[in-house]
């Protein structure tokens, strides 16, 4: 299973973007989806997540700007940032929490993470 990151960048205080997140290969089903973001020199922390029956959940710290949304059908997670302030640099990382087969465990897998910087 591979995670691929879209829709990083820079982009002024104020601004949005759109980030995207594919999983492809053999997957069964996916449970929760989610994003993450680390910033320099700090600890990974959550930003969103999204259940299969589309229950959100979001850090305090983003609340109201940005918005977590999924496409079961091309097992894809989004995430659309507004309002972007300096403090959301970092780098932007998605997990999804999947079988592979029905007999599977459910794991998690990481996407290769993709940039965001916000200038003042």
């Known amino acids: 299973v591979q995670l691929q990151a879209s829709g990083g960048g820079l982009v002024q205080a104020g601004g949005s973007l759109r980030l995207s997140c594919a999983a492809s290969g053999s997957i069964f089903s996916i449970n929760d989806m989610g994003w993450y973001r680390q910033a320099q020199g700090k600890e990974r922390e959550l930003v969103a997540t999204?259940?299969?029956?589309?229950?959100?959940n979001y850090a305090d710290s983003v609340k109201g700007r940005f918005t977590i949304s999924r496409d079961n059908a091309k097992n894809t997670v989004y995430l659309q940032m507004n309002s972007l302030k300096p403090e959301d640099t970092a780098v932007y990382y998605c997990r999804f929490r999947l079988k592979r087969r029905s007999y599977s465990t459910l794991n998690d897998y990481w996407g290769q993470g993709t940039q965001v910087t916000v200038s003042s």
């Open positions: 999204i259940t299969s029956g589309g229950s959100t």
